[in-house]
């Protein structure tokens, strides 16, 4: 049997040794795979960057000369350098990553056909300015649309280029990789043979208890606090049980607690939530209807009347946090009415929900906090006809809700710090996005990790809000 020093001893030859014939090809390794990785890396993100060139050089840059040509962008308003100084400034970023003779050419034949286009574009700028007949523009525009095929091809050979240079380099990393593999098999043969030395005492005084320790962690993370390890032998792992096993009391303790204050907690999100329906849309609605009694449109004063009295009934439910599926429909259907009133031809909107689905359980108030931030941040903010859609799909355990709009949307920018803010511990009543927060939260309290939202968003397109809940009503 090993004592305390002898232990230590083993371990510090061993490891001498060890560390001896495993440090220089471990070296060397890394030096080499760091070496390709970022080589391979630069191909990588030279063709991401000339497939993005290739995809604007397509889309954009004939969209934004035609509307010059028709007038749809005023000349002395233009910033010539919108779409062209851009492209040139990628295509130059692009060149300052490239190795080779031959990616370098491409490129520089890349920045010259540029240079042509903006010729052009000039010639466009200038007839504009002195009000030339639009046929001569249109005559220039079919040597733009020649010239902008030409960069877009040329962008595509640059890929292939880069394509093959990195094929190259791939091969080249196998066959040093072979080398290295027999010399790792060399380094291995030699490490087993001293590990041997050392394997019985490690598997009968530490092995088993770290696995008596490991099967006490699974056991936490499956949520089995009862279990408890054994005493090890050896000091420090003896501590370590004794610790662990201490923090098991602790926990089940904080967990009976915290699921009281989840409780309370999970209530008061959905009395927020409800206060969140702010005055204005009370006042609105009310001077809507009192504008449709002056007008002695009397049925349209009973249904927005209607539609906003059973609005608050369902958002009160008498207190309960599950209703069926068919007032949750009914509850967005309601608000959407109202604001449809409100809105006239401004606002259009369409429900689609299966009807063997009605009777499902769900989380009360999930849907209306994501339409109205559908409506008031989105669709209020364009000049075109607003349109909501709010669809359900069914999964095999899982109900899928998305709401659609074609609002303003979001830029990449304002999406990333909206999905941040999702996951903020708390949110100010008064800050946008809040009723997304507040979903966000309340399918955590309930559902757990089985639910979540996402969010996709485009610039001036709109926004598309997913929400997934499992079909099976939990236990808070």
């Not at 991401?48 to 954009?60: F, G, H, L, R, Y």
């Not at 949520?223 to 098991?248: D, P, V």
């Not at 304002?414 to 809040?434: A, D, I, K, Q």
Request: hydrophobic share 40%; aromatic share 8%; proline share 3%.
């Amino acid at each position: 049997m090993y004592n305390t020093d002898s232990i230590k001893k083993i371990f510090k030859q061993s490891n001498k040794i060890m560390l001896a014939i495993a440090i220089l090809p471990i070296l060397f390794s890394i030096f080499f795979y760091t070496r390709y990785i970022l080589i391979y890396q630069n191909s990588v993100d030279n063709i991401q960057a000339a497939n993005q060139i290739s995809t604007k050089v397509k889309n954009n840059v004939l969209e934004e000369m035609w509307d010059i040509v028709f007038g749809q962008i005023e000349p002395t308003n233009y910033d010539k350098k919108s779409i062209i100084y851009e492209l040139r400034s990628e295509l130059t970023v692009i060149s300052e990553n490239a190795n080779t003779t031959t990616e370098r050419s491409t490129l520089e034949v890349a920045q010259r056909t540029l240079d042509t286009m903006e010729k052009y574009l000039d010639k466009i700028l200038d007839n504009v300015k002195l009000e030339q007949p639009v046929e001569e523009n249109e005559l220039i525009m079919l040597q733009i649309d020649s010239v902008n095929q030409l960069l877009y091809d040329i962008l595509q050979d640059f890929v292939r280029v880069e394509i093959n240079l990195a094929s190259k380099r791939s091969e080249e990393v196998t066959n040093s990789l072979l080398l290295l593999s027999m010399a790792q098999l060399l380094i291995i043969a030699c490490i087993f043979f001293f590990s041997r030395r050392t394997q019985k005492f490690l598997e009968k005084k530490i092995q088993q208890p770290i696995n008596d320790l490991v099967k006490l962690a699974n056991e936490f993370s499956n949520g089995h606090f009862s279990y408890r390890s054994t005493a090890s032998q050896l000091f420090e792992l003896s501590k370590l049980s004794e610790s662990m096993n201490m923090m098991a009391e602790n926990l089940t303790t904080l967990i009976e607690e915290n699921a009281k204050k989840q409780q309370h907690l999970a209530q008061s999100e959905v009395r927020t939530l409800q206060a969140q329906i702010t005055p204005h849309f009370v006042y609105n609605s009310l001077d809507a209807i009192l504008a449709l009694a002056d007008q002695e449109d009397l049925p349209a004063v009973k249904e927005m009347t209607f539609a906003l009295s059973d609005f608050f009934r369902i958002s009160l439910s008498k207190g309960k946090d599950w209703i069926p599926l068919s007032k949750e429909i009914r509850h967005v259907e309601d608000y959407l009415k109202i604001l449809k009133i409100r809105y006239a031809e401004m606002l259009t909107y369409d429900i689609q929900v299966p009807d063997e689905l009605q009777e499902q359980m769900v989380l009360k108030m999930i849907l209306q906090p994501i339409i109205e931030n559908a409506v008031y941040h989105g669709t209020k903010l364009v000049r075109r006809a607003g349109k909501v859609h709010v669809g359900l799909v069914e999964e095999k355990e899982a109900l899928v809700f998305f709401v659609n709009d074609n609002g303003i949307g979001m830029s990449p920018e304002v999406l990333n710090n909206v999905r941040f803010h999702l996951s903020e511990v708390s949110l100010s009543s008064t800050e946008s996005g809040y009723g997304l927060y507040n979903v966000n939260r309340r399918l955590n309290l309930y559902y757990g990790e089985d639910a979540y939202l996402k969010i996709e968003s485009t610039y001036n397109q709109g926004t598309c809000v997913t929400i997934r809940v499992p079909k099976k009503q939990p236990t808070l």
